[in-house]
Nanobody, 124 residues
Framework: QVQLVESGGGLVQAGGSLKLSCTAS????????MGWFRQAPGKEREFVAG????????YYADSVKGRFTISRDNAKNTVYLRMNSLKPEDTAVYYC?????????????????WGQGTQVTVSS
């Protein structure tokens, strides 16, 4: 069993930055691919970014490419999402997710464990 706890969300003005963190419990974090997803009100959950077990392979949604950076510290069982140049359309609840596999996947159904989410609100 893996438990994920996100933190770092909040209210920020457009153009600002935030860094989300997701800390995992459990022995398998260092071999698990991790992902960040988001869900805005009235919209479906969407993939934002993913990272493989070692951190040397990352993948981003087109909407965040060049603005967001995913990274991980296996010694701390933590994955991060650095968000720069935030836009109002980035407003959503952001979720951290873990896969049993070591490789990145885009679809949410490929992830086995989910955090409770953290709210990110970008004002215009």
């Amino acid at each position: 069993q893996v438990q994920l706890v996100e933190s770092g969300g909040g209210l920020v003005q457009a153009g600002g930055s935030l860094k989300l963190s997701c800390t995992a419990s459990g022995r398998t974090f260092s071999t698990s691919a991790m992902g960040w997803f988001r869900q805005a009100p009235g919209k479906e959950r969407e993939f934002v970014a993913g990272i493989n077990w070692s951190g040397d392979n990352t993948y981003y949604a087109d909407s965040v490419k060049g603005r967001f950076t995913i990274s991980r510290d296996n010694a701390k069982n933590t994955v991060y999402l650095r968000m720069n140049s935030l836009k109002p359309e980035d407003t959503a609840v952001y979720y951290c997710a873990a896969r049993s596999s070591s490789w990145v996947a885009v679809g949410g159904s490929n992830y086995d464990y989910w955090g409770q989410g953290t709210q990110v609100t970008v004002s215009s």
